[in-house]
């Protein structure tokens, strides 16, 4: 499994980090959450006062700040400039913004760039919306994780304090829908992906189900 390169995507609490770094964890393979770069960027878009609704600002600055990522599935970290910014881009104000900035092409593009740079020659786990799509199409191990949008909700609101279910499915859906028809590279399954609907599965489950596919495809 040296050179594999493992793509996960689907929508917002499909369980893609999770099972991503127990998948990694299990192969002794890196990990990378594009996700969070989007949300890296976002944060620091947000702290610049850049204006969401301006995309044109948004891309003439996307390449201002610096992101370092750590890939170690037991320890993933990222870092805007230097600074640890784990916590800051997971708070409602950076998922709530997250799918403006992700939406800019410039921002896409510069990100793009650097998540193939991180896979170099493989040996990751690689989760986000356009990996089996644009960012390693050749990933010989395309995953497209699904579940219900009560499940997907309800898995949210045990990880966060202050919201419902309700909220949540409310604010995914919200996300999901900008994520899914945004005009570059959105949110979709590619043709030699296995879907793999985890609304019944516990977290070891869809590893157990990965692992299997895994194991079949290479
Ligand atoms: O996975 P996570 O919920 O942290 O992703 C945050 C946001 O980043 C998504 O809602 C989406 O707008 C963006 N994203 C993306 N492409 C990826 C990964 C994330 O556009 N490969």
Redesign the pocket.
Known sequence: VTGLVVAMDGP?GSG?SSASRGVARALGLRYL????M??AITWWVLRQGIALDDPAAIAARAAEPVLTMGTDPDAPSVAVDGTDVAGPIRTAEVTAA??AV?AVPEVRRRLVAEQREIIGTGGIVV?????GTV?APGAPVKIYLTASADARAARRTAELTGTTVEAQKAAMAR?DT??STRKT?PLAMADDAVELDTTPLNLDEVIAEVLRVIKEKV
């Open positions: 917002s893609k959450d594009t996700g969070a989007y949300r997250v799918s992700s989760e986000g919306r356009d990996i960012v996300r900008l994520d590279d």
